[in-house]
């Protein structure tokens, strides 16, 4: 079949048969945990510099959160302490292709939020003065230029934000083709090879144990996404972290009625590479409560107060599951790593039929386009909606490089850059101070710039 039209174009990087490794290498310079964009790209920019790396994914590599998501690049809309990294991550999207020899599928096309009131534009107009600072092409458009860029939109569209140097790309193809890079280049990147615990020696970390035997080493990176904060409970690191459901779909090729990324409260598109668009419902974000909301409430009072618009709470299956989970285990036994291999929320069907009729009714040209392909993906997230970046205070060697909220994928390859500069001692000229874990335990204001 034409893969444009195959039913699983982007799942299957989450439903092919697991690859098992015969063997784990006795030694590393340092262990990736988990082959998302962040261990993927860290990998990369570590064998850059020499520096092996073993990444240890306990699924496929993109499984998760990196091929799941809406596949948007963009500097728009961020939080200013993110800045200096998407602006670099937006540099080497440009040139990976030509870098890697594969294809990722990014293209510069542009992100545009619309306004459906006076009060959204002046919400907008505060961001210009970020993108000034930071010397960003961004503006105002309406009229006109609004139409030329997103075409048959609906009449009460007063007008959009638009940064015309934002991109989009792939997921289902980036973080693969990023690893391949990094393999090439000398790292040994694993599937089916969950991290079940880390071992110390002298206080310091000295291996991680894995399923399929133990990994020597000074320094790990736990790049775990949504399981960062359960892998760092269960040795002695609280991180907080939640998580919510997006859903989202894929359509047929279709007209053309805008190029790059567009975010309306209704609804949130992307032209992909193959013609059809990546879609989301612009406005809704399921969370199930969990003894995780329930145990970093007060830290995520703001932030929650942000999306409660949003968010649609309910709680259930998800509560009972996290209950029972163990928080440690033995590092002989299985784990709830291997239990579950990968992280496959069921896409919320009331949401796909509200996109299907928010999708028709804000671009009638798209009225009746078939949606071939949907999915979920779980969004993890900080009280401040900005990743955790650095070493664990009380285990030298232990790093994390977690919490990338919804906009990860973009910020993806220039995190790499800058984790690895941190573990290889290199400077990427990026600054992660901001990012470091203490700031939710050592006083500091727990300050969300932007939404999840
Ligand atoms: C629906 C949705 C839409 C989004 N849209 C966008 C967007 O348009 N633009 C954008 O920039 N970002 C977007 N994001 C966010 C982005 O996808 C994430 O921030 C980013 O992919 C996080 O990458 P990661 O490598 O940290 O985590 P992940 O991609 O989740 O990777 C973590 C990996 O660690 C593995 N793992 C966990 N524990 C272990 C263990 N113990 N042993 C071995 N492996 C382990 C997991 O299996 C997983 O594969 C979206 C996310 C979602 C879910």
Redesign the pocket.
Known sequence: MNDTFARDTVSRTWTAPVAFPESVPKKADVVI?????????TAWFLAKQGIRSVV???????????????????QQARDPREMPMIIESLRIWRGLEVEIGEEVGFTTAGCLFTARSEKDLEDFEAWLSVSRQFGLDTRIISGKELEAQVRGGPADWQGAIYTPSDG?AE?HKA?PAIARAAARLGATVLTG????GVEREAGRVSAVV?EHGSIQTSAVL???????S??CRSIGISLPQLK?????ARTAPADVVLNG?VFDKRI?I?RRQDGGY?I?HGSVLDHSLTPSTLRHSLKFMRALKRELSVLRLSIGRDFIDEWRMPTRWALDQV???ENQ???SPEPNKKVLAELRVNLYETFPALAGVEIVES??????TTPDVI?VIGEAETLPGFYI????????????PG?GKAVAGMLGGKDSGIELNEFRLGRFSDGSPIRPYTTI
């Open positions: 945990i988990g082959g998302g964009i962040i261990g993927v790209s240890c994914e306990k699924g496929h590599i993109a499984g998760e959160q990196s091929g799941r998501n809406w596949g948007w690049v963009r989009r997921p973080a090879c969950a991290v079940r894995t736990c790049a775990a996404g949504a399981w960062s359960m892998f919510v459901r997006g859903t989202v990324a949130g992307r990546t989301a784990s709830p790593f291999r990968v992280l999915w979920a993906g779980m969004v993890e990743p490089a977690t919490g990338f909220s919804g906009h990860g994928f973009g910020i993806g995190a």
